[in-house]
Every structure is written in structure tokens, then in C-alpha cells.
């Protein structure tokens, strides 16, 4: 069986390599909390809305990240490239995929989403939400209007 060997450095202007640093260091890399490097995704857009790379480069290929939302924040919806897996590492999270019920859960609720399929996130009112995110290709973010469907 081939394998693929996919890099975990980030070499991008966009995003910074956050938690987990390059792969190649001779020493492993630890970082608290209170010290991850948020930066905003889209401040006119989606204000409050704060990423960090934990591995990879978002603009080229694979990568894992920790998005932060603020309470009641929701991202319309939109689709990827890209599949991707998330985890919710902290508060309450939904997750709707286009035709179903939405899903809530809390810290250790996992979710897959296909490539190309429309969907909507929300952090529910009750606290800010941290996911972790893994993105197996490039990252980008379509926006799909609802209504015009």
C-alpha cells in the first residue's frame, strides 16, 4: 500500500504556524492555552471569528486548525473544497448539514463532512466554542445563498 507523507510545516504569509510548530524540530512543542496565536479569519464578514494553525498550510494542502467563535456566532451557509473533520474541544457547537436536523454537542462531539456538501455552523449563545478542524486539502470557504434555492 502507498502511503503519503503530507508536511506539517507552515511556509504561508497568511497563516502562522500555531500549537504545533514544524515537524522537523529536533524538540517537541508545547503551548498553553493562553498562549495559542489567534488571528481574525474575516473581520467584516465573520466578526469575532479567530483561527490558528495548529499544522500545515491552509493555502496549499492538508492542515489542522482551532477555530474560535464567539457566542451565537453562525457561519451561514457555505461549502468546501475540501473534506474535513472536526472535533469540539470547548462549549456548544452545531453542526447542520444541508436537509437534516441540526446537531448540537459539546466537548468530544465529532463530526465528518464531505467534500462540496452545503452546510452551516453555529456557536450556540450559551458560551464561546473551540473546534479543532482538519482539513484534508486546501482550505477555502464557498458562501451559498439559501434563499435563491
Known amino acids: 500500500m502507498e502511503q503519503t507523507k503530507t508536511s506539517r510545516t507552515d511556509n504561508s504569509k497568511k497563516y502562522s504556524t500555531g500549537a504545533g510548530g514544524n515537524s522537523a524540530a529536533t524538540q517537541g512543542n508545547f503551548t498553553t492555552s493562553d498562549a495559542i496565536p489567534w488571528k481574525p479569519v474575516d473581520p467584516k464578514n465573520h466578526p469575532g471569528l479567530m483561527m490558528s494553525v495548529v499544522w500545515g498550510n491552509p493555502n496549499k494542502g492538508a492542515s489542522l486548525i482551532l ?20 472535533v ?62
Not at 457566542?71 to 461549502?79: I, L, Q, T, V
Not at 454537542?105 to 467534500?115: D, I, L, R
Open 67 to 86: 477555530q474560535k467563535y464567539p457566542a451565537g456566532m453562525e457561519s451561514g451557509w457555505h461549502w468546501h473544497t475540501a473534506a474535513y473533520d472536526g
Open 88 to 149: 469540539v474541544i470547548h462549549g456548544k457547537f452545531t453542526h447542520t448539514f444541508k436537509g437534516a436536523a441540526p446537531k448540537t454537542g459539546g466537548p468530544g462531539s465529532v463530526w465528518s463532512q464531505p467534500a462540496r456538501q452545503v452546510h452551516n455552523d453555529k456557536c450556540e449563545e450559551t458560551g464561546d466554542a473551540i473546534i479543532a478542524v482538519y482539513f484534508h486539502d486546501k482550505l477555502d470557504f464557498i458562501p451559498v445563498n439559501m434563499k435563491a434555492q
